[in-house]
């Protein structure tokens, strides 16, 4: 019901940034709210940070709060994902979710929809 499709990763330096975005279609309008996640190779999913859509409330896992800002677009469904100072440790592959009901946001399991992710790479 719910598609998304990230874009934006890449290969940047440490210290650098980056910008992903992740356009929402579909029944957009069930989502409650959007998250980012990233998993390394050999690595379990982990929660990077979460918005909700009615008030706009953010969340961040504390690996990255200070250095990534989750914003959101309305007008173009679009959620996006600014990672400043980069280092090796944020290496992985980004995935933009989509869940329909309230609770944890950093709760992977609970949300509905993924995007196929795209991939951060920090070189030191």
């Known amino acids: 019901q719910v598609q998304l499709v990230e874009s934006g990763g890449g290969l940047v330096q440490a210290g650098g940034s980056l910008r992903l975005s992740c356009a929402a279609s579909g029944r957009t309008v069930s989502s409650y709210g959007m998250g980012w996640f990233r998993q390394a190779p050999g690595k379990e999913r982990e929660f990077v940070a979460a918005i909700n859509w009615s008030v706009a409330s953010t969340y961040y896992a504390d690996s990255v709060k200070g250095r990534f800002t989750i914003s959101r677009d309305n007008a173009k469904n679009t959620v996006y994902l600014q990672m400043n100072s980069l280092n090796p440790e944020d290496t992985a592959v980004y995935y933009c979710?989509?869940?329909?009901?309230?609770?944890?946001?950093?709760?992977?399991?609970?949300?509905?929809?993924w995007g196929q992710g795209t991939h951060v790479t920090v070189s030191s």
């Open positions: 979710a989509a869940r329909l009901k309230a609770g944890s946001s950093t709760n992977v399991a609970l949300y509905d929809y």
